[in-house]
């Protein structure tokens, strides 16, 4: 168990440029989460997957983000047309439906900084 | 809809001393849970403790305790002993309800530091 991976750690891209992230999540959760944190800011829910299912999606994911996770395993976030305004942290976090309440394992993001 | 809510931006604590970090929420849920990470400079969130909304016993997790009032909905976390290494963001989150599972709702984050 090397807990939750994301990669890259940082991206700068410019504005206007397609990215996307990755997250490897414990290997047997099933349940796979991504937030988003801007400065000064707590993480703020995007999106969640059971599986290979995207079952929650937040009002904060616009038609420029896109994530899948096409076997259950790992993940992929990519936001197209990148703005100003998508510079923050992205966060990965997977659980187990049976871990309960502690079983939340965050990953150690990946910064982003569109300039 | 359920909302943290985290007054103080940062706190300057000697080494040593204890220290407390306040967190209100509010919801209408009947069951809920509560939950303390740390974030240092790294990013990563790490769990500290975490307190359901029928437990009657406060959470205690070595140095960290859960100070959980329901009637006045706070639920403030206590370093006893504080260290160097406490220095970090502390956020406070509840666990909402999702298709399926549950998200974490989180506060604004107080910034500790612990002076030597």
């Known amino acids: 168990d090397t807990g939750v991976s994301q990669d890259p750690r940082h991206k700068i891209t410019k504005r206007g440029q397609n990215v996307t992230f990755r997250c490897d999540p414990i290997?047997?959760?099933?349940?796979l989460y991504w937030y988003r944190q801007t400065l000064g800011q707590g993480p703020e829910f995007l999106t969640y997957?059971?599986?290979?299912?995207?079952l929650e999606k937040s009002r904060l994911l616009s038609d420029r983000f896109s994530a899948e996770r096409p076997k259950g395993s790992f993940s992929t976030l990519e936001i197209q047309r990148t703005e100003q305004g998508d510079s923050a942290m992205y966060l990965c976090?997977?659980?187990?439906w049976g871990t309960g309440d502690r079983g939340y394992t965050f990953g150690s993001g990946t910064r982003l900084t569109v300039v | 809809a359920q909302k943290i809510t985290q007054t103080q931006p940062g706190m300057f604590v000697q080494e040593k001393e204890a220290v407390t970090l306040d967190c209100t929420y509010d919801?209408?849920?009947?069951?809920?849970?509560l939950f303390w990470y740390k974030q240092p400079s790294s990013g990563e969130m790490i769990f500290l403790i975490y307190?359901?909304?029928?437990?009657?016993q406060n959470a205690t997790e070595g140095r960290y305790s859960l100070n959980f009032q329901k009637a006045r909905k706070s639920a403030n976390l206590v370093i006893s002993a504080s260290q160097l290494g406490d220095s970090a963001m502390y956020f406070c989150?509840?666990?909402?309800?999702?298709?399926?599972?549950?998200?974490?709702?989180f506060g604004q984050g107080t910034r500790l530091t612990i002076n030597p």
């Open positions: 307190q359901g909304s029928y437990d009657e």
């Open positions: 997957f059971q599986n290979e299912a995207q």
């Open positions: 976090a997977s659980s187990h």
């Open positions: 290997s047997e959760h099933n349940r």
């Open positions: 989150a509840m666990r909402a309800a999702i298709q399926g599972a549950q998200k974490l709702v």
């Open positions: 919801t209408s849920d009947q069951s809920y849970g």
